[in-house]
């Protein structure tokens, strides 16, 4: 019988999807589960952006530019220099999602073997990518006893060996909510200048600050503008996660050419996500002020339920949608899969990502897990009482 390459055997399962199964079988016996372990808002996507599709009349839906629809790129153009970025279109590539920007971010810039330093925990899909394109993870450790705070420079100096070629941030953080500040970013831009590095840049959150915090990008210093790569996608932005659009950005015209390469090979993103996009970026600011409200009330009522949970803590995010608490339990895999399970509360049990997803390093995350605050605060504080319940009665509580 045919073996499984080895790639495959490696690929890890995603901690946001492993326990799906699970859920389901809750969902067969009548339980309500309540989804904290995946970042799907349930606020509307802009009505302007969904009447666009509708009325898209075009005969034949075509192949696009693979760099994307033209109007689409400019219409971007104008989205990007309201937040303070200045481009052309032809330094934007559309892409299916932002998975595919990281795809083309990695291939584009890193061979079999070399190496790319990312604080951790970290979205755990880089894990995946990395292993399919033969990039080998450094991951330098952040703390949830400081909030997650960049690591030193002396930490980055540390670990930069000849094979290191690139540095990865998700800003604002995934899975931990941490809003990395510019002085943060500047000592960045200090270690990729002195290793001429890349720094691939995820800034798929970048709309959702809060406490009145201001999101600084990599793109705004001058100093790193050949190394920086954004990759960034609408899905967040404006609520439509299905749509699958993302873009990979950069002022490199040597690694914009080279992944054209591969945009050119997989053809075009899709025609209708461009569609709605384009229309998306006219979305009036009343939109997005209402969200940011809504996602405060949200985040508080997460974080300080967890927070007056006997031996729970969960430092408080400053951006995104997403905290990592750590709880008082053994193993936050077989925890997880407990509450689906094992578990409920008068008909109703909550859905979490175990952090062991969210590091490379093994035995990292054990104790802690990320939660999603996209529901409405109704259903969050019904998903709080049920995780509190559940610590309560865990065989595997620890303290």
Known sequence: ??????????????????????????????????????????????????????????????????????????????????????????????????????????NSCLDPGDEVIIPEPFYANYNGFAITCGVTVKPIMSTIENGFALPSIEEFEKIITPKTKAIMICNPNNPTGYLYSKEEILKLAEIVKKHDLFLFADEVYREFCYDGVQHFSVMEVPEIAQNVVLLDSVSKRYSACGVRIGAF???????????????QARLSPPTYGQVLTEAAVDTPQAYFD?????????????????????????PMPKGAFYAVARLPIDNSDKFCR???????????????????GFYSTKGKG???????????????????????AALKVYPGRTC
């Not at 209402?290 to 969960?314: H, K, L, Q, S, W």
């Not at 407990?338 to 008909?347: H, I, P």
């Not at 054990?366 to 509190?388: G, H, W």
Request: with cysteine.
């Open 249 to 263: 950005i950069t002022h490199n015209k040597d690694v914009y050419a080279t992944a054209m390469k591969f945009a």
């Open 1 to 106: 019988m045919p073996q499984i390459s080895n790639k495959g055997q490696s690929m890890p399962s995603s901690p946001i999807r492993k326990l799906v199964p699970f859920s389901d079988e809750a969902k067969k016996r009548g339980v309500h589960v309540y989804h904290l372990n995946i970042g799907q808002p349930d606020i509307e996507t802009p009505e302007g952006a969904r009447k666009a599709v509708k009325e898209f009349d075009q005969k034949v839906i075509a192949y696009s530019h693979s760099a994307g629809i033209l109007s689409c790129r400019e219409k971007l153009v104008e989205y990007y220099k309201s937040v303070n970025i200045n481009l052309t279109p032809d330094e934007i590539i559309m892409t299916t999602g932002g998975s595919e920007a990281i795809l083309f971010a990695f």
């Open 290 to 314: 209402a969200v940011i409200n809504d996602y405060v009330a949200r985040r508080n009522t997460v974080v300080n339920a967890i927070n007056a949970m006997p031996g729970c803590m969960c």
């Open 366 to 388: 054990t104790n802690e897990v990320r939660i999603s605050y996209c529901l409405k605060v109704s259903d969050l504080e019904k998903a709080m009482k049920c995780l509190e």
């Open 338 to 356: 407990w509450l689906l399970e094992d578990f409920n509360l008068n008909g109703e049990t909550v859905m979490l990502a175990p952090a062991t």
